[in-house]
């Protein structure tokens, strides 16, 4: 099984993702994590260096070498992965994508450290962080929503995961 876990900044797709990589025994990877590695740098220097075209080219390039591994696995993406370079079209032909779909006031609370803003790249330079991810998530949610599954807020634990995934028949109930 390849587990692709989308949705906005702040989530909780890495989170998340651990947990269900150790829950089910399979290797966990961070697309981000793998970008960096990639380009031996983080992620706001290949922004402010290069600019968002190059990054998004750099995330899809990255994003298809890992489809592309044989073997099962979860994969935590960015929250814009989805959005750009037929990204969601890839997933969803490779494995079962997640939508963590978590309400803005949960990731403005999730987001307000200045740690938090700094490390990511759209979200320094984009104001006011709550009218930011409102936005934004207007423009994502079209692609989010074509995800195969969906765990809301409240739901959005290992154990709901395992539940959905036990009803399509992908692991034992």
């Known amino acids: 099984m390849k587990l692709f876990l989308i949705g906005m900044p702040g989530s909780g797709k890495t989170t998340l993702g651990h947990a269900l990589a150790a829950r089910f025994n399979l290797p966990f990877l961070d697309l981000d994590a793998e970008i960096v590695a990639r380009a031996s740098q983080v992620i706001s220097a290949i922004f402010l260096e290069h600019g968002e075209a190059h990054f998004r080219q750099l995330e899809a390039d990255t ?16 929250g814009g992965t989805p959005c750009f370079h ?9 494995g079962i994508t997640l939508w963590l ?3 803005v006031s949960l990731l403005t609370a999730r987001l307000a450290t200045a740690a938090e803003t700094k ?24 692609f989010y929503e074509q995800a195969r599954l969906r765990c809301a807020a409240d739901d959005c634990t290992t154990d709901a995961v395992t539940a959905q995934l036990a ?3 992908l692991v034992p109930g």
Request: glycine residues 8%; proline residues 9%; positive net charge.
């Open 167 to 169: 009803a399509i028949g």
């Open 101 to 103: 779909d978590v309400p």
């Open 86 to 94: 037929h990204n969601l079209t890839v997933l969803n032909d490779n």
């Open 63 to 78: 994003l298809r070498e890992i489809v592309a591994r044989p073997g099962p696995l979860v994969l935590a993406t960015g």
């Open 119 to 142: 490390s990511r790249p759209l979200l320094a330079t984009s104001g006011p962080t709550e009218k930011w991810l409102h936005e934004t998530l207007s423009t994502r949610k079209q």
